[in-house]
């Protein structure tokens, strides 16, 4: 039971580059979620998806698109990466249910050129 | 708006003692839960604790429990015995809101140094 799985764990990228962050869980979570983590600062909400086949925009979704494949995964898209995008990202799972404990992935450190 | 404070950028606290990290949380919504976090320097986040808003006791996991005061809207984390394992970051979340996202909002963080 690997919990939530994300790849790359670390990744480089030019100015206007483009890469998909991918996230699997093995928990049979409803809800995935992706965050990002800038230096000093809390984790905010970039998208959602609150079950299989819907997604939805958080607190920062302006240049990420994400796709929802099946259950169990929900990628990350940047079309044209930016400075700005230099951040920690973490993909997250939960359980539609009272408690909606979010379990995290490792994260991805990506570094925007 | 729903929002999270965490007053204490950085705290220390000798090996074996108790430790008090504050958060207070502002929201409209009746019905809520509130989260801690650990982040240590390897980066992961770690599910510390939950606390409902309707939960009449407050919650407790292990060494860690949550001070929960709902008048004031504070939800501290109290670390009991503190570990030098326990030196990290540590992250207070809500969750609320009237639609069926579950969002979690974060606070800044607080850091953690355990002394020996």
């Known amino acids: 039971n690997a919990g939530v799985t994300q790849t790359p764990k670390f990744q480089v990228l030019k100015t206007g580059q483009s890469m998909t962050l991918q996230c699997a869980q093995d928990?049979?979570?409803?809800?995935m979620y992706w965050y990002r983590q800038d230096p000093g600062m809390g984790l905010r909400l970039i998208y959602y998806s609150a079950s299989e086949g819907t997604t939805d925009k958080g607190e920062v979704p302006n240049g990420y698109n994400v796709s929802r494949l099946n259950k169990r995964e929900f990628s990350l898209r940047l079309e044209s990466a930016a400075p700005s995008q230099t951040s920690v990202y973490f993909c997250a799972s939960s359980w539609r249910g009272i408690q909606e404990t979010q379990y995290f992935g490792p994260g991805t450190r990506l570094l925007v050129l | 708006a729903q929002k999270i404070t965490q007053t204490q950028p950085g705290m220390f606290v000798q090996e074996k003692e108790a430790v008090t990290l504050d958060c207070t949380y502002d929201?409209?919504?009746?019905?809520?839960?509130l989260f801690w976090y650990k982040q240590p320097s390897s980066g992961e986040m770690i599910f510390l604790i939950y606390?409902?808003?309707?939960?009449?006791q407050n919650a407790t996991e292990g060494r860690y429990s949550l001070n929960f005061q709902k008048a004031r809207k504070s939800a501290n984390l109290v670390i009991s015995a503190s570990q030098l394992g326990d030196s990290a970051m540590y992250f207070c979340a809500m969750r609320g809101g009237t639609d069926s996202s579950y969002k979690l909002i974060f606070g800044s963080g607080t850091r953690l140094l355990v002394r020996p």
């Open positions: 606390q409902g808003s309707y939960d009449e």
């Open positions: 929201t409209s919504d009746q019905s809520y839960g």
């Open positions: 928990m049979n979570h409803n809800s």
